[in-house]
Every structure is written in structure tokens, then in C-alpha cells.
């Protein structure tokens, strides 16, 4: 894990997330088992850090019961390397009720092994809580940019019609010049490799994943991974990208707004694959995703009437079997197994 990164939990990013009172932060380093709480993530648990022992698990055994499947356990978290974004319930020690939105990231290897979790938990029991929650997590991406050059955003359409502040900041071009020419803060000599890589699987709405060297705001070239996935909404229909930007250096996998989008281009082929990784039958399959032989097989042949709910189910049960998806540099998918 880079320095950058591990800043992000430092006392100065700690101390401004934390202002609102609202906000706690934890991290778990899986080699040592270090588990590290912030003192806003005590005060949200009603916990004192004199007597209770920072561990994962002290944290799930707080949920309320009825929302504990919302929450990832310690096993998918050690085997998937996954968290997404969760809203549950957590009862105090004095028994009091809070409601509290968690997001959380894994740094894992190269390989896919996870190597450390950290992740932000946000009270968010009434409205004007969720208000002030909204504004806190908006200045922790803000942290994020400025100590990592690091971001998402959300792209509507292609072509361009609009940059996200964050990227107009970075390369500090004027948005005129960059919706003449989106590639000028490209190195000169990559800009038509990378241009017409982009531009071909854009129109067929496939991951674009890129590596430029960019010219900075401040004159510095760097090297940048760039991540393109395409949004569909319910109907399944195209609904615009999400993007992540970060220097090439960050190890990591993507934010889950990322994997997520990701998750929308499994395919029946994806599911034969893993489970053929894994020697299962589609009625272990079924099994293991909680699902009917039939739900399997209508995914695995691609029929329009299998839920994108029972895609997800599928894909979580072979990542906790040790299957991993990961995207290439043509936009395709691709499985292995850790």
C-alpha cells in the first residue's frame, strides 16, 4: 500500500472528517491483524476506547440482527476482497438505536489477495444528520483528491459535453479547449494510441481502461490508470459512465461505485466460467447463491426474465468461493481464481 493512501488515515484527515461529529473511521491490516478505530467511530458505537478492543467483529456484533445479512462479514471480506456501500442498524451498548451508512475499500495485491481494509462509518439517523453526513463525505473525497490525485466521477454521455471539477483542477486546462480536444492533457505522442482505443470501445459501450502519461497542472508528467464503465439502469438500458482517475502507482482495487458498474457485464459465460474454475454444477451454483436450478439457468442463457438481483446473488457466491473478476486492457472481462 503507497504512503498516500495509508494517509488517509492520518490524525489531520481524521480530525477533519471527524468535525461534524457524525463520522468514524476503522482499518484492518490482515498480515498483522492490526485493527485501528478512530475516536469518532467509538462514539458512534457508544464504545470507550479504554475498554473495548478495536476488532472487526465487535463492530458486526453491534448490528441489529435483522440487518446483519446487509453487512459484509469477516469470511467475504477475507476471501472477496469486496465491501459495498451499506445502510443498517446498530444497537448500543446502553441499548440506544442508531442508523449508520458504511463505505468501505480493499487494498489488495497484485494477485487479488486482500491485504488491508479501511473503511468510514456515518450516522445518519435523521435527515439532518444525513445532510451534514453527505457534506462530510464530500469533503472526504476532497481529502482523497489532494493527497492522492486520486477521484471518481460520473460522465452522462459520449462524446464529452462537461469535466468533473476534479479533472479540470488536475490538468488545468480551461473545459473550452478540453471539449475541442479531450485528449490534450495526453503526452503528444500518445494521444492518438490512446484517442482511438478509447473512442472504439466507447461506441460499444465496453470498459475503457487506459494508461496515459499526463501532463499535470503543474507541469508534471505522470502516468494515470483511467477506468471507463458503462451504466445501465434498470431497464438495462445505457445510462452514462462512471470513471476512476488515480496516479498508476496506487495499488488497489476500484471504489465500489466501480465494481458495481463492473458487475453489470457478467454474462452467461462469466458464470460458466467460474463455476467451471471451481467444478461446481449449476445445481451447486444454485446452492451456494441461494437461487433455484432454473434462476441459474435462464442467467447462464441469458434470458431477458433472470433479475439483475439474481446476477449479483451468482457473482457474490463464486467471489466468496475465491473467483475473481477483473477487466482487461480491451474492455472484456476476465475470471481467476485465488
Not at 469518532?40 to 458505537?45: A, E, H, N, P, V
Not at 446483519?68 to 476482497?81: A, F, I, P, Y
Not at 489477495?113 to 445518519?124: E, F, T
Request: proline share 5%.
Amino acid at each position: 500500500m503507497s504512503a498516500a493512501v495509508s494517509s488517509l488515515i492520518s490524525d489531520d484527515v481524521l480530525r477533519l472528517v471527524e468535525g461534524f461529529g457524525l463520522t468514524g473511521t476503522w482499518s484492518w491490516t490482515f498480515t498483522t491483524d492490526e485493527h485501528v478505530w478512530s475516536p469518532g467511530l467509538f462514539r458512534i458505537l457508544g464504545l470507550e476506547p479504554s475498554t473495548a478492543r478495536a476488532e472487526y467483529g465487535l463492530l458486526l456484533a453491534l448490528v441489529h440482527p435483522e440487518d446483519r445479512d446487509k453487512v459484509t462479514s469477516t469470511s467475504e471480506l477475507l476471501q472477496t476482497g469486496q465491501m459495498t456501500q451499506q445502510t443498517f442498524r446498530i444497537i448500543r451498548p446502553d441499548g440506544t438505536l442508531r442508523t449508520v451508512m458504511s463505505r468501505g475499500e480493499v487494498i489488495v495485491a497484485p494477485s487479488g489477495r486482500p491485504l488491508q481494509a479501511m473503511g468510514v462509518l456515518i450516522d445518519v439517523s435523521d435527515r439532518e444528520m444525513l445532510a451534514r453526513a453527505q457534506a462530510a463525505e464530500r469533503r472526504r473525497k476532497r481529502t482523497l483528491f489532494e493527497q492522492t490525485g486520486a477521484f471518481t466521477s460520473v460522465t452522462p454521455v459520449y462524446p464529452y459535453i462537461d469535466f468533473s471539477p476534479e479533472w479540470l483542477e488536475l490538468v488545468g486546462l480551461p473545459r473550452q479547449e478540453l471539449l475541442e480536444e479531450p485528449t490534450l492533457p495526453v503526452l503528444k505522442e500518445e494521444r492518438t494510441r490512446w484517442r482511438d482505443h478509447g473512442r472504439e470501445l466507447y461506441l460499444a459501450r465496453k470498459v475503457v481502461h487506459t494508461r496515459p502519461r499526463l501532463i499535470l497542472a503543474n507541469g508534471e508528467i505522470k502516468p494515470y490508470r483511467m477506468v471507463m464503465v458503462p451504466m445501465r439502469n434498470t431497464a438495462g438500458d445505457a445510462d452514462g459512465w462512471v470513471n476512476y482517475i488515480a496516479p498508476l502507482h496506487l495499488t488497489g482495487m476500484a471504489p465500489n461505485a466501480m465494481r458495481q458498474s463492473l458487475e453489470q457485464l457478467v454474462r452467461g459465460m462469466h458464470l460458466r466460467a467460474g463455476r467451471a474454475l471451481l467444478g461446481w454444477s449449476m445445481q451447486q451454483l444454485a446452492e451456494a447463491a441461494g437461487l433455484s436450478f432454473s434462476t441459474v439457468r435462464r442467467l447462464e442463457d441469458e434470458d431477458e426474465s433472470a433479475s439483475r438481483r439474481a446476477c449479483q446473488a451468482a457473482v457474490r457466491a463464486l467471489r466468496s468461493h475465491g473467483i475473481v473478476f477483473s477487466f482487461m486492457d480491451d474492455g472484456t472481462l476476465a475470471l481467476g481464481k485465488t
